[in-house]
């Protein structure tokens, strides 16, 4: 039987599939489960008059140093449904006010409206196209 590997370097087009097992069961693999997990994240750490602003298709939002408040501006453009963001946020050692832009909302998890002093923030959302919001699906803070 043939190693994944020597499997990696096959083309695939049209509705081809690569079969696999997953916990126990068979599953077909197509080419745009290959091109969705093999994505390099899309990561936005520019922060510009203390704002970010997601691009729509970024992954990871990454605001470390702050030195003021930071607001984090509606996406650009409209993610793809169920879209999944992550924003990780350091202040400089001092706490800073978070302001969350009209599309955001907590659900799971309620939004931060603060830093915590020199910990690190894991806030991750998800888009919901019906309601046109992110909603905050957790909200860690490092111990």
């Given at each position: 039987?043939a190693?994944?590997?020597?499997?990696?370097?096959?083309?695939l087009?049209?509705?081809?599939?690569?079969?696999?097992?997953q916990s126990?069961?068979?599953k077909?693999?197509?080419?745009?489960?290959i091109?969705?997990?093999?994505k390099?994240?899309?990561i936005?750490?520019t922060?510009?008059?203390?704002?970010?602003?997601?691009?729509?298709?970024?992954?990871?939002l990454?605001?470390s140093?702050?030195?003021?408040?930071?607001?984090?501006?509606?996406?650009a453009?409209?993610?793809?449904?169920?879209w999944?963001?992550?924003?990780?946020?350091?202040?400089n050692?001092?706490t800073?006010?978070?302001?969350?832009?009209?599309?955001y909302?907590?659900?799971?998890?309620?939004?931060?409206t603060a830093?915590?002093?020199?910990?690190?923030?894991?806030?991750?959302?998800?888009?919901?196209a019906?309601?046109?919001k992110y909603?905050?699906?957790?909200?860690?803070v490092?111990?």
């Amino acid at each position: 039987m043939a190693r994944w590997a020597d499997k990696a370097t096959a083309t695939l087009t049209g509705t081809e599939s690569i079969p696999c097992t997953q916990s126990g069961t068979d599953k077909k693999t197509s080419p745009d489960d290959i091109a969705a997990r093999g994505k390099i994240p899309s990561i936005n750490s520019t922060v510009t008059s203390n704002t970010i602003t997601p691009t729509g298709t970024n992954d990871l939002l990454r605001a470390s140093g702050l030195s003021a408040g930071l607001t984090i501006a509606n996406p650009a453009a409209t993610p793809a449904d169920g879209w999944g963001l992550v924003a990780e946020l350091k202040d400089n050692g001092t706490t800073r006010t978070l302001t969350w832009g009209s599309k955001y909302a907590s659900r799971c998890a309620t939004l931060p409206t603060a830093t915590t002093a020199g910990k690190q923030h894991l806030v991750g959302l998800s888009y919901n196209a019906t309601d046109d919001k992110y909603y905050c699906d957790f909200a860690l803070v490092q111990p």
